[in-house]
């Protein structure tokens, strides 16, 4: 029946490949749409997740609770142990039998302090106030220079090569006037809060072309501010990210919860304590506004996509009026035009969807590996506080491989399910009336 | 009955104090005590920290309240650091960096070393007679010692510290114990001292333990002095900028 049916509609092409093109663009476009949607609330927690809070952060318990004041006395120690117990034990297989995505762990020391200018007598040319960014860029495989997008964001000079090389942003070193290749003193703490300087060279500057978000940051590796900082296999935190950097809540909470259960002792204050994306500040609102966003928006363009394929499978069964007359004369049932009818759709329908979902599929990986820029527009907005991704990339999820068949196959199907309904309503006398005219 | 006699004994005692010795008196006493036209001494700092304590060794040469050099000797970290305080203005020198940085803004409110001690408390030695008002608030025994309690209050603008409480040992006539208040009257540091002995005549402390308020968990700074000497001379040379790099 199915390889009849199949043969009918491939030789009647005025039957099948208008209706297969119609969902093939619709199943593409909404394949695309909520990949790119996905990927664009995900870039917007992706920029806060790289530079304050990781998907998931590791910090002392006394740490998370005064984090706000850089507290580097309450760092996390042994940090090379706490990495390897991280990746060894981790990814688990939560209750339900589902893997923890991957995440890779990377150590941060963040810290603030003073960035003072010699002239060239060694005394003080320029101060400032500097917040910094201690990061692992020189061990190898590490993806820190591509999540934080430096080659990308570096305005002169070149990415740090040695534990003491520091990128500045352009701001503050226009600010401070600082020229590539001069040393510049920082002053600040070390984690048992003795006074401490240490030399950087400015090896280059850089825009985040993230409004003021960079203005008084500097970034050195994570080697240098552990010298500067006397911390010593010490860490403010560790910083974990998914392999693919797509942020997904409920798996982020599970492995938080779960970490926190077997490894947290709620009695000491320097014991390891594991932070979700949503457990910064106000982040956990902002998941959840962007979850809801994600779900109405994607809800409304859906509707509106089943409606247009409802209406073409509708328009579809309308148009075979005369031809199923001309089948209900000859003598088949009612029953098995209906059938026949829906069985046409559903083989319509699955060929546009899995044909659509493919093309949207591919389109989406291509977006989530190029991105699409929107530098320009979003250089307008500098002076904004707003912390903005200027390049939009979108994300295959797994809900992509099935979110098309809704409208590809159930509202065409649904479409032709209306429109055969008239087949019964017919009666045979009015049926040969028809036929006589 | 009782309670009121104590209380009327307690007080016909302050009168008779206070009335030997006036407010201004004692103040002033307390400063000459604290204070010398120069001063030469080797201490240790010990940092008690959330984790770890660290103990700092020091050198200081002092000349009235205007001149002061500081070495640090060790531990290896802090070795050859060195400060100099000029008047108002503050520099330090650190071997790592061989670098001079003058110390000044929002900077001089960072802990020394730290320690409980901002860069602020170590330049605020003026005698407090200049600088503060003095009220006698009441008078209270302290481990067995007979202490007046005094309220200062700032009579000059731009002090760390508008307003302090301290008990002031009769005998000693030095401030066992402060509490250092912002002007809003947020208590914002502790001091006590302890280990008093006479040295060349006037009666100081051996060790001073400094706490600040605001940090949370703190255990506070013990600052010990392990040698000192008072008025001697010192070559003025000391406290020149090009001696901080030697």
Avoid: C
């Amino acid at each position: 029946m199915i390889k009849f049916l199949t043969k009918g509609l491939l030789r009647d092409r005025s039957r099948s490949l208008f209706p297969v093109l119609v969902i093939t663009l619709t199943v593409t476009l909404v394949i695309f749409t909520i990949g790119f949607m996905q990927g664009m609330l995900n870039n917007l927690l992706l920029d806060t997740a790289v530079i304050l809070t990781g998907h998931e952060k590791v910090v002392t318990r006394a740490y998370s609770e005064e984090s706000q004041l850089m507290p580097n006395d309450l760092a996390l120690m042994d940090v090379d142990q706490l990495i390897e117990n991280l990746e060894q034990e981790y990814p688990l297989v939560d209750e339900l039998g589902r893997d923890y995505p991957n995440f890779f762990w990377t150590p941060r020391i963040t810290f603030a302090g003073l960035l003072d200018v010699p002239d060239e007598n060694g005394e003080t040319k320029a101060q400032g106030p500097v917040i910094a960014f201690g990061i692992d860029f020189l061990s190898n495989g590490s993806r820190q220079v591509e999540i934080w997008e430096l080659e990308r964001s570096l305005v002169s000079g070149k990415l740090p090569e040695n534990s003491n090389d520091a990128l500045i942003s352009s701001k503050m070193a226009d600010q401070l006037n600082i020229r590539i290749g001069e040393s510049v003193t920082f002053i600040g703490s070390t984690m048992d809060n003795a006074f401490t300087t240490y030399n950087f060279n400015m090896s280059g500057t850089f825009n985040l072309r993230k409004g003021q978000t960079d203005k008084q940051m500097m970034l050195v590796d994570l080697s240098g501010a552990r010298a500067a900082l006397d911390m010593d296999n010490a860490a403010s935190a560790i910083f974990g990210f998914t392999h693919s950097l797509y942020y997904d809540d409920e798996t982020a909470v599970a492995l938080r919860t779960e970490y926190n259960k077997i490894k947290s002792d709620s009695l000491d204050i320097f014991s390891p304590f594991m932070l979700a994306l949503r457990d910064g500040n106000q982040m956990g609102t902002m998941v959840d506004i962007s979850g809801a966003m994600m779900a109405i928006m994607g809800g409304i363009f859906l509707v509106i996509v089943m409606i247009v394929l409802w209406n073409m499978g509708l328009m579809n069964g309308l148009r075979r009026y005369g031809e199923i007359g001309l089948r209900l004369a000859m003598g088949e049932s009612k029953g098995q035009v209906y059938r026949s009818m829906i069985s046409e759709a559903v083989i319509i329908g699955l060929t546009g969807t899995v044909v659509g979902t493919g093309i949207g599929l591919s389109i989406t990986y291509y977006v989530q590996e190029n991105g699409i820029d929107y530098t320009k527009g979003i250089e307008a907005l500098s002076n904004s506080s707003m912390v903005m991704p200027n390049i939009f990339y979108a994300q295959v999820t797994p809900d992509l491989f099935y979110i098309g068949f809704i409208p590809g196959v159930l509202a065409t199907v649904l479409g032709t399910m209306l429109a055969g309904m008239a087949i019964y309503k017919r009666e045979m006398a009015q049926l040969f009336k028809e036929l006589e005219t | 009955m009782i309670k009121i006699l104590i209380s009327i004994l307690s007080f016909a005692f302050l009168l008779g104090q206070s009335n030997d010795m006036s407010v201004q008196d004692i103040i002033r006493a307390m400063d000459e005590n604290l204070n010398a036209k120069s001063r030469v001494l080797t201490s240790k700092m010990v940092v008690h920290g959330r984790r770890t304590s660290r103990t700092i060794e020091s050198k200081n040469w002092v000349i009235g309240i205007d001149l002061a050099f500081t070495e640090y000797l060790s531990p290896p970290r802090e070795k050859g650091t060195k400060m100099l305080k000029l008047g108002d203005k503050l520099w330090t020198y650190s071997p790592q960096t061989d670098r001079v940085i003058q110390i000044s803004g929002h900077m001089l409110r960072q802990s020394v070393m730290g320690s409980d001690m901002s860069y602020n408390d170590m330049m605020e030695d003026r005698p407090l007679i200049e600088l503060y008002e003095a009220t006698l608030e009441g008078s209270e025994e302290i481990d067995g010692r007979s202490h007046w309690i005094m309220l200062l209050e700032a009579k000059v603008k731009g002090l760390s510290y508008p307003k302090r409480r301290a008990w002031i040992d009769k005998e000693y006539l030095l401030p066992t114990k402060e509490e250092l208040y912002a002007k809003s009257g947020k208590l914002l540091k502790t001091s006590t001292m302890d280990g008093i002995k006479k040295v060349q005549g006037r009666w100081f402390p051996s060790r001073f333990i400094y706490k600040d308020e605001l940090k949370r968990n703190s255990k506070g700074t013990e600052w010990i002095i392990d040698e000192i000497a008072f008025d001697i001379d010192i070559p003025e040379s000391r406290f020149s900028k090009a001696l901080l790099r030697k």
